[in-house]
Antibody, heavy 122, light 110 residues
Framework: QITLKESGPTLVKPTQTLTLTCTFSGFSLSTSGVGVGWIRQPPGKALEWLALIYWNDDKRYSPSLKSRLTITKDTSKNQVVLTMTNMDPVDTATYYC??????????????WGQGTLVTVSS | QSVLTQPPSVSGAPGQRVTISCTGSSSNIGAGYDVHWYQQLPGTAPKLLIYGNSNRPSGVPDRFSGSKSGTSASLAITGLQAEDEADYYCQSYDSSLSRVFGGGTKLTVL
């Protein structure tokens, strides 16, 4: 059974850096073709893809957020970490991590973690 | 404004058939990239419904089907049930923006 779970602060102040951890089980990020992605969803709004990392440490970022995002992996701990700098109230959202499946460019997210709500407020 | 356009809402009575469209452009769906669909029940995380345009993961009822043509894709749900009431999202790849999602469609079962 494959599971993913997001963890991190529920409240951050504007201008602070957000660090979220995705801890997963049931698969390995050292296996060829495997990846993990981050997606967020502001309250009542649509999904937005943020970043992804592959087994070979290849990383991709949303062009609109690239300057603020960093994604890393710790294969030994089965974890993927996303950092987002200079947080703003508009970044308030539920942040999900998900396993990436399928060929590059045509891959999909399955399964997803339960998500963690991050509120940005002073 | 999402790169992939979906109708904000659709509705249907139990037992009916509904379709949800996902319209893209020549830089994403029209370029030949696959479309995937997710179902998000109220208060829960998205769940994969259709991958690779028309493939159902194990456990997804065959009432759900997907198709793609040109710069658009569609999700069809037949034999509508109350439990199908949810938000539905399409996802694809864009040559400029990488992974992209549609704006989501809220399905109401009347």
């Amino acid at each position: 059974q494959i599971t993913l779970k997001e963890s991190g602060p529920t409240l951050v102040k504007p201008t602070q850096t957000l660090t979220l951890t995705c801890t997963f089980s049931g698969f390995s990020l050292s296996t060829s073709g495997v990846g993990v992605g981050w997606i967020r969803q502001p309250p009542g709004k649509a999904l937005e893809w943020l970043a992804l990392i592959y087994w070979n440490d290849d990383k991709r970022y949303s062009p609109s957020l690239k300057s603020r995002l960093t994604i890393t992996k710790d294969t030994s701990k089965n974890q993927v970490v996303l950092t987002m700098t200079n947080m703003d109230p508009v970044d308030t959202a539920t942040y999900y991590c998900a396993r990436l499946v399928g060929p590059d460019h045509d891959n999909w997210f399955d399964p997803w973690g339960q998500g963690t709500l991050v509120t940005v407020s002073s | 404004q999402s790169v992939l356009t979906q109708p904000p809402s659709v509705s249907g009575a139990p037992g009916q058939r509904v379709t949800i469209s996902c319209t893209g452009s020549s830089s994403n769906i029209g370029a030949g990239y696959d479309v995937h669909w997710y179902q998000q029940l109220p208060g829960t995380a998205p769940k994969l419904l259709i991958y690779g345009n028309s493939n159902r993961p194990s456990g997804v009822p065959d009432r759900f089907s997907g198709s793609k043509s040109g710069t658009s894709a569609s999700l069809a749900i037949t034999g509508l049930q109350a439990e199908d009431e949810a938000d539905y999202y399409c996802q694809s790849y864009d040559s400029s923006l990488s992974r992209v999602f549609g704006g989501g469609t809220k399905l109401t079962v009347l």
